[in-house]
Antibody, heavy 123, light 108 residues
């Protein structure tokens, strides 16, 4: 069974750093792209970026390029989403998801999702 | 990136059928059959219910169906049930229009 497990919540203050994880199991981690999706309170889904753990090739949405860092650790089948300096506006739910079909750095759907990490940033 | 436009809300009574539309320039006739749909219940993660316009993942009810014509993709839910009340998002690809704005389905 494919599983993507995320921590439930993280609380930080503005200006602090944060790295949230997405631990995967049940499939070959290095063979599938992993994406990150933001959902602000009461709002819709926003694609942030994707990474191919096989070679760490990463692609970012223009809206998030330079704002976050996506990485992966093949040795523990875990993907990460990282901020170096959080803002209150980063308060949101963040989901990781496995790319169901991706080619040439483009994913066309995400077939398995983590349960989400609620990031709360206080000012 | 182009936008995918969905109605903000739709509603229907149990047993009825409803259709949610998704319109955008990245959805068009030809080989680009890569529209997907996600269901999200309150407080839960999104769930893939349709991919490649009309394909259902294992375990998804055949009450859910997808289609596409021109620049518009559609999700139809037949035999509406109370458990179908959720938000629904369409999506194309990560290099064009990742997600539509979402449609809230209310089962009356």
């Amino acid at each position: 069974e494919v599983q993507l497990v995320q921590p439930g919540a993280e609380v930080r203050k503005s200006g602090e750093s944060l790295k949230i994880s997405c631990k995967t199991s049940g499939y070959t981690f290095t063979n599938y792209w992993i994406g990150w999706v933001r959902q602000m309170p009461g709002k819709g889904l926003e694609w942030m970026g994707i990474i191919y753990p096989g070679d760490s090739d990463s692609r970012y949405s223009p809206s998030f390029r330079g704002q976050v860092i996506i990485s992966a650790d093949k040795s523990i089948s875990t993907a990460y989403l990282q901020w170096t300096s959080l803002k209150a506006s980063d308060t949101a739910m963040y989901y990781c998801a496995r790319g169901g079909y991706c080619t040439n750095g483009v994913c066309y759907h995400f077939d398995n999702w983590g349960q989400g990490t609620l990031v709360t940033v206080s000012s | 990136q182009s936008a995918l436009t969905q109605p903000a809300s739709v509603s229907g009574s149990p047993g009825q059928s409803i259709t949610i539309s998704c319109t955008g320039t990245s959805i068009h006739d030809g080989p680009y059959n890569y529209v997907s749909w996600y269901q999200q219940h309150p407080g839960k993660a999104p769930k893939l219910i349709i991919y490649d316009v009309s394909h259902r993942p294992p375990g998804i009810s055949n009450r859910f169906s997808g289609s596409k014509s021109g620049n518009t993709a559609s999700l139809t839910i037949s035999g509406l049930q109370a458990e179908d009340e959720a938000d629904y998002y369409c999506s194309s690809s990560t290099n064009t229009s990742p997600f539509g704005g979402g449609t809230k389905l209310t089962v009356l």
